[in-house]
């Protein structure tokens, strides 16, 4: 009889990924990044584990968008004060900061709580093509 054996968070073997996110969409971008940063792709998947791999983006500020996305999503977040709803669409939010843009749409496909924080903070998003995580010798993620 087999068992099934849940693998602990200290169990889980790491490894870095690079992501070349120049002219891929965002959706599929983020749902592929999401499934390693969970560990989905792993056989020892443990869903109250935190087994995933960590996950480097590079060239965020080429990330494409489809249809009319760019002007017509819109981002909101609120100050916390009456009357501080504030939006900003995408096309100005890919100019200001890019690297908002993944972080926003990959932790829209991660779990809402204390796991699904851990699993972001293995995300490491560039706007440009250099990244400082080199010594980690990151494998180039198949898309």
């Not at 073997?13 to 560990?39: I, N």
């Amino acid at each position: 009889m087999f068992k099934t054996r849940f693998i602990r968070k200290e169990e889980a073997q790491r490894r870095w990924y690079v992501v070349d996110a120049s002219e891929q969409v965002l959706g599929r971008l983020a749902a592929k990044v999401a499934t390693y940063l969970r560990g989905k792709h792993k056989p020892i998947y443990t869903p109250n584990a935190d087994t995933g791999d960590f996950v480097v983006v590079v060239n965020a500020e080429k990330v494409r968008l489809t249809g009319k996305k760019l002007d017509q999503k819109v981002y909101y977040w609120h100050s916390g004060w009456p009357g501080g709803l504030k939006a900003e669409t995408a096309r100005r939010r890919l100019r200001r900061k890019p690297e908002a843009v993944i972080e926003d749409a990959v932790w829209g496909m991660l779990p809402k709580n204390r796991l699904g924080r851990k699993m972001l903070k293995k995300l490491k998003v560039y706007r440009g093509p250099e990244h400082p995580h080199q010594a980690q010798r990151p494998e180039k993620l198949p898309l």
